[in-house]
């Protein structure tokens, strides 16, 4: 079946420095690539989303990169601030449902 | 603007126990999601409506669980009788029709 997954459960980056969080997915017909944010005890929160028909999407401070030649999506995260630290997680969308890979927890040390 | 809004935010309750979770969206939303998110994992569906019609119930457990959103604007969700297993951080969510998705801050269930 479809699914999404992450290469690395745990990122640590100096502050300052740029983060890149890797994701796999694995089901070629989804139309949206989306990154969330998820703080302890809170729900998860949009960063930035990207169409399957591109490849480069930038946000502030913040920039997707989809590769569907080998199915990977990345985020890269501009200088880096304690504020970021939290698990992120990739998703895809097909037709409204959404589905969400396992989490990559990005740990900011000052 | 206000966020979509979950009650209670934490719950605890013995096993076998009935539960309800509650939600109301963001105002103009006509899709809500209920997810179920475990520890160190990324949320799972449960539910979508559309308005207040479930248009995609398929991994919601239908011998215990069970949802509803008459009006097509609040929700709930709820678990009857509560086992050990379902112990999790239960979200919401809404979206406009293919818009991206809002979520709660959601309900944390411990069932002892």
């Known amino acids: 079946g479809e699914s999404v997954g992450l290469h690395l459960p745990t990122l640590s980056v100096q502050e300052g420095d740029n983060s890149i969080i890797n994701c796999a997915y694995s089901?070629?017909?989804?139309?949206?690539f989306i990154w969330y944010k998820q703080e302890s005890g809170k729900g998860p929160q949009f960063i930035i989303d990207?169409?399957?028909?591109?490849d480069k999407r930038q946000g502030q401070r913040v920039t997707v990169l989809l590769n569907k030649t080998v199915k990977h999506l990345s985020l890269q995260i501009a200088a880096t601030q304690p504020g970021d630290s939290a698990v992120y997680f990739c998703?895809?969308?097909?037709?409204?449902?959404?589905?969400f890979g396992i989490g990559t927890k990005l740990q900011v040390i000052p | 603007e206000a966020g979509v809004v979950q009650s209670p935010r934490y719950k605890i309750i013995e096993k076998k126990q009935p539960v309800a979770f509650w939600c109301n969206p963001i105002?103009?939303?006509?899709?809500l999601y209920w997810y179920l998110q475990n520890l160190g994992q990324g949320p799972e569906l449960l539910i979508r409506?559309?308005?207040?019609?479930?248009?995609?119930d398929s991994q919601l457990p239908k011998d215990r669980f069970s949802a509803e959103r008459l009006k097509g604007v609040d929700s709930t969700l709820k678990i009857q009788p509560a086992e050990l297993g379902d112990s999790a951080v239960y979200l919401c969510a809404s979206s406009t029709t293919s818009g991206t998705q809002y979520f709660g801050p959601g309900t944390r269930l411990t069932v002892l």
């Open positions: 105002s103009g939303h006509n899709t």
């Open positions: 409506y559309e308005n207040e019609e479930a248009v995609d």
């Open positions: 990207i169409r399957s028909n591109m």
């Open positions: 089901n070629s017909a989804s139309d949206y």
């Open positions: 998703a895809e969308r097909w037709y409204q449902k959404v589905t």
